[in-house]
């Protein structure tokens, strides 16, 4: 592995079923985020965790949950899908100890619920 | 509320200049960010701007001015393999990035 993971690439969900995006990095990162992009719209934070163990809410939390066991990992879960949950959901991540606060990115997931 | 402006869409041709502006309004500044987003993949980091004044990095140059909540994004000798959504960040007072909706770059031959 090398930079951010996110699985599964892409999914067709039917609404009311439960979902977990997975993300895992390899930078040992101390902050993840997850995002979700809308055509025209900015990204759009969702949930974050600045160091294993915490986690916070962006700007639109609602529907999802997060945890973050461990540096590497941050899965987003999605307890009940709605169709306005389709979007492209892109997790990152960041070594925020130095100051700088660049996020890098993983390839995101297409999610489409019907 | 915390906002963030940069153009829909630019057109430019090949070979040439095209500066892409970004104006934010919002709760603190710890740093403005650029990134390349291509169609269908991440965005990737291009450049950070904490303090006024102009950052140069090969063909792409970032200018801050923080007094007038502005920046602009400069790309020269414009190559078809820039075609590509460039967004505008702003790291505000929480440490959170605030996001433009990006501005899609169109280049022509």
């Known amino acids: 592995i090398a930079g951010i993971t996110q699985a599964p690439t892409s999914q067709i969900l039917a609404a009311g079923r439960r979902m977990t995006l997975r993300c895992t990095q390899d930078?040992?990162?101390?902050?993840m985020y997850w995002y979700r992009q809308d055509l025209g719209l900015g990204l759009r934070l969702i949930h974050y965790s600045n160091t294993a163990g915490t986690t916070g809410k962006g700007e639109v939390p609602d529907g999802y949950s997060v945890s973050r066991a461990n540096t590497d990992d941050f899965p987003l879960t999605l307890a009940s899908a709605v169709p306005s949950q389709t979007s492209v959901y892109f997790c990152?991540?960041?070594?925020?100890?130095?100051?700088?606060?660049?996020?890098?990115f993983g390839p995101g997931t297409r999610l489409l619920v019907l | 509320g915390q906002n963030i402006d940069q153009p829909t869409e630019m057109t430019a041709t090949e070979g040439a200049i095209v500066q892409i502006n970004c104006t934010y309004q919002t709760s603190g500044f710890n740093g403005l960010f650029w990134y390349q987003q291509h169609a269908g993949e991440a965005p990737t980091f291009l450049s950070y701007?904490?303090l006024d004044g102009l950052e140069e990095k090969g063909r792409f140059s970032s200018f801050l001015s923080r007094s007038k909540g502005y920046s602009y994004l400069l790309l020269k000798e414009l190559q078809m393999k820039d075609s590509a959504s460039y967004l505008c960040?702003?790291?505000?007072?929480?440490?959170?990035?605030?996001w433009g909706a990006g501005t899609k770059l169109i280049i022509k031959p």
């Open positions: 930078m040992r990162h101390n902050a």
């Open positions: 960040a702003v790291l505000d007072s929480n440490y959170q990035l605030i």
């Open positions: 990152a991540s960041s070594d925020t100890t130095g100051g700088l606060e660049t996020q890098y």
């Open positions: 701007n904490v």
